[in-house]
């Protein structure tokens, strides 16, 4: 059993790692009053900017890299909505879909027609003494890369900003009501396109993540749908950092169930594996609908600049 709990554990582990730096970020988006379905760009370009910086930079340079491509997606995202009004939804989906022929494109003109397929150094394991040793639990949490580390730093930081500073308090405000918050002074505007481009960098770093300390390659369409299921993660985590922590947790489990039940020898089509994430998405927002109160004027316009 334990050569099937702890592999499960561990891989759960480090498949939820992108997915909850990526809802994390969209927790802050989403509680400035934006939903970004454009999270699916920032996550694929930020896997293929960490991809070139690779080859040029140490993994923690990669991972910048990935984040600032992120970032100019998402800032693209913000110009449209915060500045001229589009519609959020549509506005995003046409921006992952950009994001995906984009990443494509150059990746066949840089890397041959065929998109050859390419290696990268990755981010090595780095037990930690004492507590890698814990049974089953030792090696999910603590036989991990550096990156899912400064993963479990940055949920309690992110949590002590939102609750407890006067900046998260007026991120907040906005994603309640922006019309109390111009009113007391807060440039509701510029909070929410500050919080996309946080939300963009957070998505970029998630793809990154794949890239750098992952897959340690670039593949079209590798985002795979996480920024989607990032979106969902917020939904299942009511919006808050530990919540959404726990909620990709769960996906990631679901991720790495596909490896589990391969192990036990189960005579299914691998599709059925793959399918379980996408699955457990469409069962966890209907399992949530109506339980849950987004923030008030999420998805809502406000005020210009």
Do not use: K
Request: charged share 5%; glycine share 14%; aromatic share 10%.
């Amino acid at each position: 059993m334990t050569e099937i709990i702890g592999p499960f554990l561990e891989g759960a582990v480090r498949t939820a790692t992108p997915l909850a730096f990526a809802a994390l970020g969209e927790t802050v988006v989403e509680r400035s009053g934006i939903i970004n379905v454009g999270l699916e760009g920032s996550i694929i370009c930020g896997a293929f900017g960490g991809l070139i910086a690779s080859s040029y930079e140490g993994t923690w340079l990669a991972l910048a890299a990935a984040g600032i491509s992120g970032m100019a997606v998402s800032t693209l995202f913000g110009v449209f909505v915060t500045r001229l009004r589009s519609d959020q939804v549509i506005t995003g989906t046409a921006i992952s879909l950009l994001s995906l022929g984009l990443t494509g494109t150059l990746y066949r003109q840089l890397y041959g027609p065929a998109g050859s397929a390419l290696t990268t150094a990755t981010m090595s394991i780095l037990p930690v003494p004492l507590l890698s040793s814990i049974p089953w639990i030792g090696p999910a949490l603590f036989s991990q890369p550096p990156i899912t580390y400064t993963l479990y730093a940055f949920v309690p930081a992110l949590w002590w900003w939102i609750y407890r500073t006067h900046a998260g308090l007026g991120l907040r405000a906005v994603g309640e009501n922006p019309e109390a918050a111009i009113a007391a002074g807060v440039r509701a505007a510029h909070v929410q396109f500050a919080a996309i481009l946080f939300g963009g960098f957070m998505g970029g770093v998630a793809g990154g993540t794949l890239v750098i300390a992952q897959a340690g390659t670039f593949a079209e369409g590798m985002s795979a749908g996480r920024g989607f299921i990032a979106i969902a993660i917020v939904v299942l985590g009511r919006w808050h950092p530990v919540g959404v922590a726990l909620a990709a947790l769960i996906f990631g489990g679901a991720s790495a169930l596909q490896y589990l039940f391969q192990t036990m020898g189960w005579n299914l089509p691998y599709q059925v594996f793959l399918a379980l994430p996408y699955l457990l998405t469409l069962l966890a927002l209907a399992g949530v609908a109506g339980r849950v109160s987004a923030p008030a004027s999420l998805g809502t316009w406000i005020r210009g600049w």
